[in-house]
């Protein structure tokens, strides 16, 4: 497997990632139900993303601009939540583009090499559009710049059996990490956790676009995997649920499986809650297992023998 690509410092770089960066952020802040007037620090976004503090500064002024975030000097940006209905956003036709990709990507019938011409002309994009395009493709591991020209896409990631590989690794990595000992999730976090989950039982999974309901159960997965304190096994956990963002998407239109995944979530929950770590693990490997049955009756990988 190629060594995992290093984002250039250079100011061409960094102006390819700011939208798409603002747009994660802004879909992070509702997946994790933060309220009015918490502190959005660069650092901790720059390691979620995995980006630098620069791009993620300059997407925090954009959603400053826009009125998400407040931003005060010598403090830093800070959630703002806009009481009136926001404008429904025009088609962005860069993640567009991204969910055409996901189809071709998987299919194999784009790649292993890409030029930017190919990429203008197969999704009509701009320049600038393309280099959004591909460099949201970079962060997630998808795509590397190649050293003459193009990109070269990570063909192991995009394989017929990668999902189910991505599958196995959490089935392997999920519980053992509720089993180390000292796994302790502060109570906070799981308030937290609980609110998120009931706000989707409530509705929210028949109203937010597909990009939030994947968000919110991926960053569910990431904040229990930091009760185990090992910041190697979660760093694995987000560029894991980075790759599945790309190859599960056409899953992601299936709303039932969410009810039943945010219950199970919430049972999870309750065992973490209760000090039985050993049921906690065990109920997460149940709820990865049928994970795995749910992408495997819809077809996304192959039946268990």
Known sequence: M???????????????????????????IASQSLPEGAHLRTAELARRFAVSRWPVEQALKQLAEAGR????PNRGFFVRHVAEAAPERPRDPVHAAYLQLATLLTERTLGPQVTEQEIRDRF????RQTSDLMGRLIREGIAEKRAGYGWNINTELTAPDALAHTTQMRLILEPAALRLPGYRLPPEDIARLRRVEHDLLDGTIDRAPPDALYLRGAQFHETVMTGAGNPFMLQALMRVNRVRRLLTYRAMDDRERYYRQSREHLRI??????GDLAGAADQMEAHLRQVRHSLSALG???PQA
Request: proline letters at 7%; aromatic letters at 2%; a positive charge.
């Open 69 to 72: 975030v407040r931003h005060e």
């Open 269 to 274: 929950l309750d065992l973490i809650e209760a």
């Open 124 to 127: 009509t994009l701009t320049k």
């Open 2 to 28: 190629s060594k995992a690509p290093q984002l250039s410092a250079s100011p061409t770089s960094r102006s390819r990632i700011g939208p798409h960066l603002a747009a994660d952020i802004a879909a992070h």
């Open 300 to 302: 996304f990988i192959a």
